[in-house]
């Protein structure tokens, strides 16, 4: 059974940092694109950053340069390393995985930036 846990959410002021981590489990992880998405209070859930199973990565416009996709196949997890965090990253991170067309999610962990 797949399974798909996020950590590393919490709250941080405005201009700080966080890294997320997404542990996979019950698959094979190189063989999967990964990704990121982020659902705020009221809005739809949207794709944050995602990254193949050969180490192409894709970002949203709004976060690019800010943020950093990256996974370790030997440790089954992907990472995504956020800097400069504003107020409107405020949301729920939600990991994915996708092969073909299995699809998996796990929970998600919150993020708050506020001050």
């Known amino acids: 059974q797949v399974h798909l846990v996020e950590s590393g959410g919490g709250l941080v002021q405005p201009g700080g940092s966080l890294r997320l981590s997404c542990a996979a489990s019950?698959?094979?992880?190189?063989?999967?694109?990964m990704g990121w998405y982020r659902q705020a209070p009221g809005k739809q859930r949207e794709l944050v950053a995602s990254?193949?199973?050969?180490?192409?990565?894709n970002y949203l416009d709004s976060v690019k340069g800010r943020f950093t996709i990256s996974r370790d196949n030997a440790k089954n997890t992907m990472y995504l390393q956020m800097n400069s965090l504003k107020p409107e990253d405020t949301a729920v991170y939600y990991c994915?995985?996708?092969?073909?067309?299995?699809?998996?999610w796990g929970k998600g962990t919150l993020v708050t930036v506020s001050s």
């Open positions: 994915k995985a996708q092969f073909i067309t299995m699809e998996y």
């Open positions: 990254i193949t199973s050969d180490s192409s990565t």
């Open positions: 019950g698959m094979t992880f190189r063989l999967y694109t």
